[in-house]
């Protein structure tokens, strides 16, 4: 089957009523997000092995990142004397769950996992003031999606799924459901109330290649059937695969990038820049509260361009896409998806204050809302410029509300 949306079937799709507020959204339902997210759940060395060691339950990704997969599993009588806390909070995903051995030196789970359970940095502040992304669309064209979690799934006023091998990626679609509950999750988003459009398309084609001419037909088709809707317009597009320059349809995605600012709807994609301005996340300190910018460090000084501005996002408890419901999601493991989804928060937030914000006007009130985090010894041992500090931001546009 064709991975890709065309124009013309969607059209069909909207005409039968399947685009209509409540109506069907077809896609991947019920226990988890397909067969490989199935085999990654099967992996139990706690039942395949005698006596496994840690790293049995090693896994590397496609983009050669190591973490433990402890994901439901008896951990019970395995030695894990040696698992340290960086290695507990970067580099493994577990559950509520997991069972853990009754002696663990040095790490305290049950402490860990409640401090990084909750609404993200800030989100309290807006929603308190009644601020939720209420009114505001959201359109995600990105890799498989679980469509059933309690987080989101109220939120979905259309998904269209796909049978295409690449995007059912294990890893992007563990990414796709953290992703979306940092961004519209009900007890652990910044926009809870926002209405979400998500077409699934990994962006490449079946040899592999990307794919540009297909997300050039998504956004056509979001276009359209923005125009259908009575409530709730599409004010954004969130893209979850890469955009490369040197591709022939570049100069047409650009074309349509304007095309669609000209109807009111901002295009972001998952390395965010804009006028000058690079955003990448920061993670937080093992035990430290969420909701305190002072738990937030950067562990990769020198990596990252000149004019990058901080967003909070990464060591949390996020969506699973499956029964288990919620894991734990390190800081290393995708801080692109954290970064264009903590950005996206924070405007749908600023689109229900001000409907006439541009994406361009918001990012530079976004990066004078920043501070300079205290050196920490542990942690943040020359402090940390250029943090988003969400109380800062929620001044900035109120104060604008009322000028306007």
């Known amino acids: 089957m064709k991975k890709v949306l065309i124009l013309g079937l969607l059209w069909m799709l909207c005409l039968s009523g399947c685009f209509s507020e409540g109506g069907l959204k077809p896609g991947i339902h019920g226990t988890s997000a397909g067969k490989k997210m199935e085999e990654f759940l099967e992996f139990r060395p706690d039942k395949r092995l005698s006596n496994p060691s840690l790293s049995d339950y090693q896994i590397k990704t496609s983009q050669n990142f190591y973490f433990y997969n402890f994901i439901a ?175 022939r349809a570049y100069d047409m995605y650009r074309t349509k990038v304007e095309e669609l600012k000209q109807a009111g709807i901002e295009v972001m994609t998952k390395m965010p820049y804009f006028n000058g301005h690079y955003f990448t996340t920061v993670a937080k300190i093992p035990y430290a509260p969420l909701d305190d910018v002072n738990s937030y460090y950067f562990d990769k000084a020198g990596e990252t361009p000149d004019h990058v501005l901080y967003l909070p996002y990464a060591n949390r408890v996020l969506a699973f896409p499956g029964e288990e419901t919620y894991f734990y999601y390190p800081g290393s493991f995708d801080v692109n998806y954290g970064t264009i989804s903590t950005l996206a928060g924070f405007y749908a937030l600023a689109l229900q204050m001000d409907p006439s914000l541009t994406l361009d006007e918001f990012v530079e009130i976004v990066a004078d809302s920043t501070i300079t985090l205290r050196p920490d010894k542990e942690y943040r041992v020359t402090g940390l410029e250029n943090v988003i500090y969400p109380s800062r931001l929620y001044d900035h546009l109120a104060s604008r509300m009322k000028e306007s």
């Open 73 to 247: 599993k008896d951990l019970s009588t395995l030695d894990l004397s040696s698992l340290t806390l960086s290695e507990l909070a970067n580099e493994t995903m577990f559950t509520a769950s997991t069972k853990w051995p009754a002696t663990l030196p040095n790490l305290d789970i049950e402490h860990f996992w409640e401090q990084a359970w909750g609404k993200p940095l800030g989100a309290a502040l807006f929603h308190e003031n009644g601020i939720t992304g209420k009114g505001v669309g959201i359109a995600i064209i990105g890799p498989q999606l679980y469509v059933d979690h309690p987080e989101y799934k109220d939120n979905l006023k259309l998904f269209y799924g796909s049978e295409d091998p690449l995007s059912q990626n294990l890893f992007s679609t563990l990414g796709s459901s953290a992703m979306l509950s940092n961004l519209a999750g009900k007890s652990l988003g910044y926009a809870p109330e926002a209405s979400i459009a998500y077409i699934v398309n990994s962006g490449y084609d079946e040899k592999g290649k990307q794919d540009l001419s297909s997300i050039l037909e998504n956004m056509d088709s979001l276009l359209e059937y923005n125009k259908t809707l009575k409530k709730d317009p599409i004010r954004m597009i969130l893209i979850l695969s890469d955009i490369n320059s040197q591709d």
